[in-house]
T-cell receptor
Framework: KNEVEQSPQNLTAQEGEFITINCSYS?????LHWLQQHPGGGIVSLFM???GKKKHGRLIATINIQEKHSSLHITASHPRDSAVYIC????????????FGEGTQLTVNP | EPEVTQTPSHQVTQMGQEVILRCVPI?????FYWYRQILGQKVEFLVS??????SEKSEIFDDQFSVERPDGSNFTLKIRSTKLEDSAMYFC????WGSGANVLTFGAGSRLTVL
C-alpha cells in the first residue's frame, strides 16, 4: 500500500468550477507539501503545511493531522490551472526526504 | 526570483556509459536533493546532501550513483554505468533548512534517455 494516496487520479472541470483534490497518508509526518507539475515536467512548490490552512491567490490547502488527510482547493478554476497536482509528505522518521503520491491530473476546459 | 538551474535539459547516452547531471542550487540554500521520475510513474527520492556529505539516501541510490559539490556552487549526480532502467527525468531541489521548515525549490529537470 502506498504511504500517500491521492484522489481522484484524473479530474476534468469546466472553467470557473471549484475543485478539490484529496490526499491521505498512512504515516506520521512532519510536513505535507502540495506541488504542481507542468506538462513540460517542471515541478513547482505550492504549499508546505504542518497544521491548519494556507491560502495563496485562488489556491487553498488544508490539513487535518488527526485524520491524516489534506485537501487542495482551487477556486474559480481556469484552463491555465491544468497540470498534475502532487501531494508529498516528509515522514517523521525519514528526515527531509519527500515521499510522493501518484498525482492528480487536472484538466480545466474553457 | 531565484532558481535552481539544471544542465543538460536532455541527454541521450548508450547503456554502460557514465553520465553527469549538473545542478546549481539557490545560493543561500543549505540542503540539496536529487529525485527522479520514470515516465508515467511518481517522483522518487534518491539522495539528500548537507554540509558536504550525504545525509540520506534511498534504496535506489546504489553504488553506481554518486553526488558531489565540487566547487561550492555546482551539485552533481553521477551515474557510473547507465542501465536502460535509469531512463528518467532527474530533478535537483534545494531548500534552506531541510525538514519540516520550508518549501523545496525544484529545477526544471534533466531528462536522461539510455539506449
Amino acid at each position: 500500500k502506498n504511504e500517500v494516496e491521492q484522489s481522484p487520479q484524473n479530474l476534468t472541470a469546466q472553467e470557473g468550477e471549484f475543485i478539490t483534490i484529496n490526499c491521505s497518508y498512512s504515516v506520521g509526518i512532519s510536513a505535507l507539501h502540495w506541488l504542481q507539475q507542468h506538462p513540460g515536467g517542471g515541478i513547482v512548490s505550492l504549499f508546505m503545511l504542518s497544521s491548519g490552512k494556507k491560502k495563496h491567490g485562488r489556491l487553498i490547502a488544508t490539513i487535518n493531522i488527526q485524520e491524516k488527510h489534506s485537501s487542495l482547493h482551487i477556486t474559480a478554476s481556469h484552463p491555465r490551472d491544468s497540470a498534475v497536482y502532487i501531494c508529498a509528505v516528509e515522514v517523521e522518521t525519514s528526515g527531509s526526504r519527500l515521499t510522493f503520491g501518484e498525482g492528480t491530473q487536472l484538466t480545466v476546459n474553457p | 526570483e531565484p532558481e535552481v538551474t539544471q544542465t543538460p535539459s536532455h541527454q541521450v547516452t548508450q547503456m554502460g556509459q557514465e553520465v553527469i547531471l549538473r545542478c546549481v542550487p539557490i545560493s543561500n540554500h543549505l540542503y540539496f536533493y536529487w529525485y527522479r521520475q520514470i515516465l508515467g510513474q511518481k517522483v522518487e527520492f534518491l539522495v539528500s546532501f548537507y554540509n558536504n556529505e550525504i545525509s540520506e539516501k534511498s534504496e535506489i541510490f546504489d553504488d553506481q550513483f554518486s553526488v558531489e559539490r565540487p566547487d561550492g556552487s555546482n551539485f552533481t549526480l553521477k551515474i557510473r554505468s547507465t542501465k536502460l532502467e535509469d531512463s528518467a527525468m532527474y530533478f535537483c531541489a534545494s531548500n534552506v533548512w531541510g525538514s519540516g521548515a520550508n518549501v523545496l525549490t525544484f529545477g526544471a529537470g534533466s531528462r536522461l534517455t539510455v539506449l
